[in-house]
């Protein structure tokens, strides 16, 4: 059975930082693109950001770079996302898909499988 489970939301104030985890299993790890989206209130899901575990090339949006991190850790089937410097228009559930031959990463169709979403609050 595939699973992707993220975990790691909470409430940070402005300027703060949380990371993201987003464990899978189910399926071979080092054939996925593993992208994290989220979602606003009133808003559609966007696409944050992706890494391809088998060459670690990566994907941020415009609205992230420099501030948000992608990392794989291969061993542990598990995708990191490290935001930093957090906004209040960072706010959204947040969550993390997997899908084999991933070329416009920031496509929400491009990915197979979708995990539960967590929760990121960031207050001003």
């Known amino acids: 059975e595939v699973q992707l489970q993220a975990s790691g939301g909470g409430l940070a104030q402005a300027g703060g930082s949380l990371r993201l985890s987003c464990a899978a299993s189910g399926f071979t790890f080092d054939d996925y693109a593993i992208g994290w989206f989220r979602q606003a209130p009133g808003k559609e899901r966007e696409g944050v950001s992706c890494i391809r575990s088998s060459d670690g090339s990566t994907y941020y949006a415009d609205s992230v770079k420099g501030r948000f991190t992608i990392s794989s850790d291969n061993a542990k089937n598990t995708v990191y996302l490290q935001m930093n410097s957090l906004k209040p228009e960072d706010t959204a559930v947040y969550y993390c898909?997997?899908?084999?031959?991933?070329?416009?990463?920031?496509?929400?169709?491009?990915?197979?499988?979708w995990g539960q979403g967590t929760l990121v609050t960031v207050s001003s």
């Open positions: 898909a997997a899908g084999q031959g991933v070329i416009r990463p920031s496509v929400e169709y491009e990915y197979h499988y």
